[in-house]
């Protein structure tokens, strides 16, 4: 991938030296005064006092040696001395021609935890944002040429398994995996999600109420803990179930996963993570339970303890956590694991993290915590369903659909499901994608769902457009291999946005944020859709315009596949 930014810059800071400056890092933005030019540099001013000489005094010494350079237009001075730069038509429209838009492939590998199903429980709107924000943070670095392995890091084990089962064994009491004393084949039972997501629910609100029924459950995690035979296979057929119905939405969302690894798989690694961490005398007794203290004299709030093992020697989030970090050191080596979580869970991570740390677990890893601001309903509070629980996100699939299809057009008959469905995906994800990483949002269904606005199906719609004319001149035999030349400033301004594209991906990159690639998309749709209706390209006389537009429209379209497709957004047949 060219960059123009990094272009420009290396014109600035040589000018700067040539004219008998001393220059550090030069940084170029977009003018605040498009009327002067369409790039500024404000790095002068800040000069002036280290030469004794005014810093317009100095601007126009820089200025008088770049307007020696083709690659602009107009070099001038504006106010105490900021630069303004207009770029040359040719060199605006060499960039274009010759870019190739990939990224060489990097020695780095990053490790993708996201997603964060929990087995026999529903994925809930609660789940969203994991599920968006990762995947595409995943695509963005394989598309920027790092290595990814990705892994949804399910919650499969535990107090939640344990108060199903125990709820299982009150409802089937005659299923032999309840019979201590069974040795023999288990029976196909007839185990499915909804029955999971039934008794899921039901036995966490009665585990609140009836102190016995808590304790049995308390007992059946123990079991399930230890392994015992008949608990442990039903776990086995339960987790087996929910994963795949688990899987069935993340198909939904365009997101797939490297490894369905879970809690459980890293609990069986907890024997050994804790012999090595007692080697190293780092776990602290405290008040019958093993801790990792991990507060620092820096901190400006306490800090509590990373809990390893509580009083009764159970085990918990933050111990899987611990192991999970060291299972995947042992096997992949990452260079840097990044977490795509809820925010709130803020503080475990930075407790496991110190403890990872303290326990030389990752020495040269980076651990990233990427957390996600909540996405509450129109009105601002908790997203809820109509009676007050909480949004399954099957239930928030259905009901985006359903507003999709009422604004799909009348005409397309045929694929009405499946395009219905991309649309609803596309309002769902794009809508997700707006915000800052970990700002809040309201979903407002209707806003998602129109075609006119910072939309997922505007983006669609015009992108499907695109299509349509290059398809057009393909029909009518009409090629197009190069930009010649601009026909005005709609096509001019296009050009200016594509050279955006490098700087976008790297600042997403670096924000692990993908609001600055929904902005970028929306400012590049636009921009192109006001060049698109003020000009008739296909019918257009002067060839060489008409090639120069249709190539202009192959560029757009194929940015913008390419950031949909990095979004997890597919684009239908038509629409
Ligand atoms: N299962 C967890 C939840 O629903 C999220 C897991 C996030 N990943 C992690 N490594 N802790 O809250």
């Not at 730069?85 to 274009?96: K, V």
């Not at 601001?373 to 928030?396: A, H, I």
């Not at 946005?497 to 944020?513: C, G, P, Q, T, V």
């Given at each position: 991938?060219?960059?123009?930014?990094?272009?420009?810059?290396?014109?600035?800071?040589?000018?700067?030296?040539?004219?008998?400056?001393?220059?550090?890092?030069?940084?170029?933005?977009?003018?605040?005064?498009?009327?002067?030019?369409?790039?500024?540099?404000?790095?002068?001013?800040?000069?002036?006092?280290?030469?004794?000489?005014?810093?317009?005094?100095?601007?126009?010494?820089?200025?008088?040696?770049?307007?020696?350079?083709?690659?602009?237009?107009?070099?001038?001075?504006?106010?105490?001395?900021?630069?303004?730069?207009?770029?040359?038509?040719?060199?605006?429209?060499?960039?274009?021609?010759?870019?190739?838009?990939?990224?060489?492939?990097?020695?780095?590998?990053?490790?993708?935890?996201?997603?964060?199903?929990?087995?026999?429980?529903?994925?809930?709107?609660?789940?969203?944002?994991?599920?968006?924000?990762?995947?595409?943070?995943?695509?963005?670095?394989?598309?920027?040429?790092?290595?990814?392995?990705?892994?949804?890091?399910?919650?499969?084990?535990?107090?939640?398994?344990?108060?199903?089962?125990?709820?299982?064994?009150?409802?089937?009491?005659?299923?032999?995996?309840?019979?201590?004393?069974?040795?023999?084949?288990?029976?196909?039972?007839?185990?499915?999600?909804?029955?999971?997501?039934?008794?899921?629910?039901?036995?966490?609100?009665?585990?609140?109420?009836?102190?016995?029924?808590?304790?049995?459950?308390?007992?059946?995690?123990?079991?399930?803990?230890?392994?015992?035979?008949?608990?442990?296979?039903?776990?086995?057929?339960?987790?087996?179930?929910?994963?795949?119905?688990?899987?069935?939405?993340?198909?939904?969302?365009?997101?797939?996963?490297?490894?369905?690894?879970?809690e459980s798989d890293a609990e069986d690694a907890v024997p050994?993570?804790?012999?090595?961490?007692?080697?190293?005398?780092?776990?602290?007794?405290?008040?019958?339970?093993?801790?990792?203290?991990?507060?620092?004299?820096?901190?400006?709030?306490?800090?509590?303890?990373?809990?390893?093992?509580?009083?009764?020697?159970?085990?918990?989030?933050?111990?899987?956590?611990?192991?999970?970090?060291?299972?995947?050191?042992?096997?992949?080596?990452?260079?840097?694991?990044?977490?795509?979580?809820?925010?709130?869970?803020?503080?475990?991570?930075?407790?496991?993290?110190?403890?990872?740390?303290?326990?030389?677990?990752?020495?040269?890893?980076?651990?990233?915590?990427?957390?996600?601001?909540?996405?509450?309903?129109?009105?601002?509070?908790?997203?809820?369903?109509?009676?007050?629980?909480?949004?399954?996100?099957l239930d928030l699939l259905t009901e985006v659909k359903a507003?999709?299809?009422?604004?799909?057009?009348?005409?397309?008959?045929?694929?009405?499901?499946?395009?219905?469905?991309?649309?609803?995906?596309?309002?769902?994800?794009?809508?997700?994608?707006?915000?800052?990483?970990?700002?809040?949002?309201?979903?407002?269904?209707?806003?998602?769902?129109?075609?006119?606005?910072?939309?997922?199906?505007?983006?669609?719609?015009?992108?499907?457009?695109?299509?349509?004319?290059?398809?057009?001149?393909?029909?009518?035999?009409?090629?197009?291999?190069?930009?010649?030349?601009?026909?005005?400033?709609?096509?001019?301004?296009?050009?200016?946005?594509?050279?955006?594209?490098?700087?976008?991906?790297?600042?997403?990159?670096?924000?692990?944020?993908?609001?600055?690639?929904?902005?970028?998309?929306?400012?590049?749709?636009?921009?192109?859709?006001?060049?698109?209706?003020?000009?008739?390209?296909?019918?257009?006389?002067?060839?060489?315009?008409?090639?120069?537009?249709?190539?202009?429209?192959?560029?757009?379209?194929?940015?913008?596949?390419?950031?949909?497709?990095?979004?997890?957004?597919?684009?239908?047949?038509?629409?």
């Amino acid at each position: 991938m060219k960059k123009f930014y990094k272009l420009m810059e290396d014109k600035i800071k040589r000018a700067i030296l040539e004219a008998g400056y001393k220059t550090g890092e030069v940084v170029i933005t977009v003018s605040n005064r498009p009327d002067l030019g369409d790039y500024q540099y404000n790095g002068i001013m800040p000069m002036a006092k280290e030469y004794h000489k005014s810093p317009v005094d100095i601007a126009n010494d820089v200025v008088s040696i770049l307007k020696q350079e083709d690659f602009f237009k107009d070099v001038n001075v504006a106010g105490p001395g900021f630069i303004n730069l207009r770029i040359s038509d040719e060199a605006l429209i060499d960039f274009a021609n010759n870019d190739d838009y990939t990224y060489p492939k990097k020695d780095k590998l990053i490790f993708f935890d996201y997603g964060g199903a929990n087995v026999a429980k529903s994925l809930h709107v609660g789940h969203l944002r994991s599920a968006n924000i990762g995947e595409a943070l995943k695509r963005l670095c394989n598309y920027l040429g790092y290595q990814t392995i990705s892994d949804t890091h399910l919650g499969d084990f535990g107090r939640p398994l344990g108060l199903v089962i125990l709820e299982l064994s009150k409802r089937f009491p005659e299923w032999n995996y309840f019979n201590k004393d069974y040795d023999g084949e288990y029976e196909d039972v007839p185990i499915t999600n909804e029955l999971l997501e039934n008794v899921y629910p039901y036995a966490s609100s009665k585990a609140k109420e009836d102190e016995t029924y808590l304790k049995e459950a308390q007992e059946m995690t123990k079991r399930l803990q230890n392994h015992e035979k008949g608990i442990y296979d039903l776990w086995l057929k339960i987790t087996d179930v929910s994963k795949q119905s688990i899987k069935n939405i993340y198909d939904r969302l365009n997101t797939t996963f490297d490894l369905y690894k879970g809690e459980s798989d890293a609990e069986d690694a907890v024997p050994e993570l804790l012999s090595y961490l007692d080697k190293l005398n780092i776990i602290v007794e405290s008040e019958g339970a093993k801790v990792i203290p991990v507060s620092l004299p820096t901190d400006k709030l306490e800090i509590p303890p990373m809990l390893l093992i509580k009083s009764d020697g159970g085990i918990l989030y933050s111990t899987t956590e611990l192991a999970t970090i060291y299972l995947r050191m042992k096997e992949y080596h990452p260079d840097e694991i990044w977490y795509i979580v809820d925010k709130r869970q803020a503080l475990h991570f930075t407790q496991v993290f110190r403890a990872s740390e303290k326990a030389k677990l990752t020495p040269n890893t980076k651990l990233v915590f990427a957390g996600f601001g909540t996405m509450n309903g129109k009105d601002g509070k908790p997203f809820k369903t109509r009676d007050g629980g909480v949004m399954r996100l099957l239930d928030l699939l259905t009901e985006v659909k359903a507003e999709s299809l009422n604004h799909l057009n009348e005409n397309i008959t045929e694929y009405r499901d499946e395009i219905s469905e991309d649309v609803a995906i596309s309002a769902i994800k794009y809508a997700d994608m707006i915000p800052a990483r970990d700002t809040d949002y309201n979903f407002d269904i209707e806003k998602f769902c129109d075609l006119e606005g910072k939309t997922g199906p505007y983006i669609l719609y015009s992108t499907i457009r695109m299509r349509s004319l290059l398809n057009k001149a393909k029909e009518n035999n009409i090629s197009y291999h190069k930009i010649n030349k601009i026909g005005s400033n709609y096509d001019r301004e296009v050009l200016l946005i594509l050279n955006d594209l490098d700087l976008i991906l790297n600042r997403s990159f670096e924000a692990k944020s993908l609001n600055d690639i929904t902005d970028y998309l929306y400012r590049l749709t636009t921009s192109y859709n006001r060049f698109y209706s003020f000009n008739h390209i296909l019918t257009e006389t002067d060839e060489l315009l008409r090639e120069s537009w249709l190539y202009l429209t192959s560029i757009v379209y194929q940015i913008n596949m390419l950031l949909l497709d990095i979004l997890a957004i597919k684009v239908p047949i038509k629409m």
